[in-house]
């Protein structure tokens, strides 16, 4: 399994922006689809966008669509997620995994948890006045 290591977040204001990096310390992410989570409090961690492994395939929730931009380094081992426009709905803590149950085509975001997916500590992201 790969290792992933999140980043970038904090304390925001209302109408601010932040990039979150997803890094593999064990691989290349080359093989893999990635998806963005997050989970606020009191609320189920739900998928938000994923990129495919070709990233030919990107895909966005409607209440980040707009907002939100996945993207993969050039080196194949970051994953990053472009936050604009944050409001405080989009608090919460944001993971990074790959799992064979995460299904990014084109038009299509799906995620069904396997006890195969690697899995990011998480990254808190904050937004408040």
């Known amino acids: 399994q790969v290792q992933l290591v999140e980043s970038g977040g904090g304390l925001v204001q209302p109408g601010g922006s932040l990039r979150l990096s997803c890094t593999a310390s064990?691989?290349?992410?080359?093989?893999?689809?990635v998806g963005w989570f997050r989970q606020a409090p009191g609320k189920e961690r739900e998928l938000i966008s994923c990129?495919?492994?070709?990233?030919?395939?990107?895909n966005y929730i409607d209440a980040v669509k707009g907002r939100f931009t996945i993207s993969r380094l050039s080196d194949k081992k970051v994953v990053f997620l472009g936050m604009n426009n944050l409001t405080p709905e989009d608090t919460a803590v944001y993971f990074c995994?790959?799992?064979?149950?995460?299904?990014?085509?084109?038009?299509?975001?799906?995620?069904?948890?396997?006890?195969?997916?690697?899995w990011g500590q998480g990254t808190q992201v904050t937004v408040s006045s």
């Open positions: 995994a790959t799992d064979p149950g995460l299904i990014c085509t084109a038009g299509n975001l799906f995620h069904r948890r396997t006890d195969f997916g690697s």
């Open positions: 064990s691989a290349t992410l080359d093989y893999y689809a």
């Open positions: 990129i495919s492994a070709n990233a030919g395939a990107t």
